[in-house]
């Protein structure tokens, strides 16, 4: 027997359903998961959020062809002599204003004494652009610069990479007081991270070497991190530069760590302490005889 035909829904009936529709494509549970930000945030997907953490910078890394990497760790307050020097002259003009302001005056000193670690500036950026002419010259994309993606030294190290032509990566990370992307990184390797852990992981994936400028605590961090992967054989040897002999000198007594038995005496063959950029070069080159490996 045939299905007798459905009788046509009263208009309002069917706008009413039509409504209820589409309330149900926009509530929270329709959402696809892949889309779906709230429940991504939920703690139970922390282990998704580490993995696609890992994966995109990984993917796209090896569809880019980079094959190995130079990290360059330093202070994102050291400023280039231009960029210290407007700063200075802003201080002076609103100390000018109000010649009684402490917090100027205490600025005035500060900026005072940064004048001596411009140079490490223009060390980061020149040391960037010998390693990225040297050894990307052949078309290759070996030892390409990596930074933390931020300003100071990072920004330094991108734009030597940038004003030779070579690429050059930045591992920017979310921050309470928001990190900018500096301007000289490589649009396609222009990378930002919610944990930290991964954001070490992936500097170190490729790290062929490690090159620490003056800096903070975000330097000690990583330095001494990567010293101990390498003492206790968790990583490969690769060449570990600290760069500024009178800064790494009073800012960690190495030789009192080995003298007191902290550390062992052949542990202060791990690093070399370099004061300029072609110095640490050379360091590089002599540990892989001149060719960076494949």
């Known amino acids: 027997m045939a ?20 309330t149900l494509r926009d509530s929270e549970p329709f959402r696809l998961a892949t889309n779906d930000p709230d429940f991504l945030e939920h703690g139970d997907l922390r282990s998704v959020r580490l ?10 890394m090896s569809k880019e062809g980079i094959s190995s990497t130079v990290i360059v760790f330093g202070s994102a307050r ?8 407007a700063q200075w002259t802003l201080n002076q ?12 005056l205490a600025r005035s000193q500060k900026l005072d004494r940064q004048k001596k670690y411009t140079r490490y500036y223009d060390e980061a950026r020149k040391f960037s652009a010998i390693v990225s002419t ?5 078309g290759r994309r070996d030892f390409v610069i990596v930074t933390g993606g931020g300003p100071g030294i990072m920004e330094a190290a991108n734009r030597g990479a ?23 990184i490589s649009p396609e390797l222009c990378f930002q991270f919610r944990y930290f852990a991964l954001r070490k992981m992936h500097f170190l994936i490729r790290a062929k070497a490690l090159v620490a400028f003056p800096g903070g605590f975000g330097t000690f961090d990583e330095v001494l991190e990567i010293l ?25 007594d190495f030789e009192f760590l080995a003298s007191e038995g902290f550390i062992g005496q052949d542990d202060l063959d791990l690093f070399s302490i370099v004061d300029n950029a072609e110095t640490a070069v050379s360091v590089i080159s002599d540990f892989y005889d001149g060719n960076p490996p494949r």
């Not at 040297?134 to 052949?138: H, K």
Request: charged share 35%.
């Open 228 to 252: 101990t992967l390498v003492q206790t054989k968790k990583v490969d040897p690769l060449p570990i530069i600290l760069m500024g002999k009178d800064y790494w000198s009073r800012a960690v």
């Open 162 to 184: 940038d004003e030779v032509g070579a690429r050059s990566i930045g591992l920017n990370i979310a921050l309470p007081r928001e990190q900018h992307p500096n301007p000289y």
């Open 134 to 138: 040297r050894f990307q010259e052949e």
């Open 3 to 22: 299905d007798a035909p459905r009788k046509p829904l009263p208009p309002l009936r069917e706008k009413e359903l039509a409504g209820r529709v589409q």
């Open 78 to 85: 050291l400023r280039s002599k231009e960029q210290l020097e």
């Open 93 to 104: 003009e609103a100390l000018r204003k109000t010649p009684e302001d402490k917090a100027l």
């Open 51 to 60: 993995q696609l953490e890992y994966l995109k910078p990984e993917w796209t």
